[in-house]
């Protein structure tokens, strides 16, 4: 199971919470726990500027058997 959450930079912003914490915050996996998946988490920043990803990072599963 792959979940996404994508974001755009804005200028000047002053966030400091990153896509990724929001999906942890949020608890999108939460309802897929149970269903024996393994479920990376994964988050992604553009820069509308250049208009390609700047930042991405995952949250690879802790438990992978199977």
């Known amino acids: 199971m792959w979940l996404f959450d994508f974001k755009v930079q804005e200028f000047g912003s002053t966030s400091t919470i990153s896509p990724l914490e929001k999906i942890q915050e949020n608890g999108y996996s939460e309802k897929y726990q149970n269903e024996g ?16 990803i700047v930042k ?5 599963p802790e438990n992978l058997n199977g």
């Open 37 to 52: 998946l393994a479920i990376y988490e994964i988050e992604g920043e553009f820069d509308p500027k250049s208009r390609n």
């Open 56 to 60: 991405w990072e995952v949250q690879e």
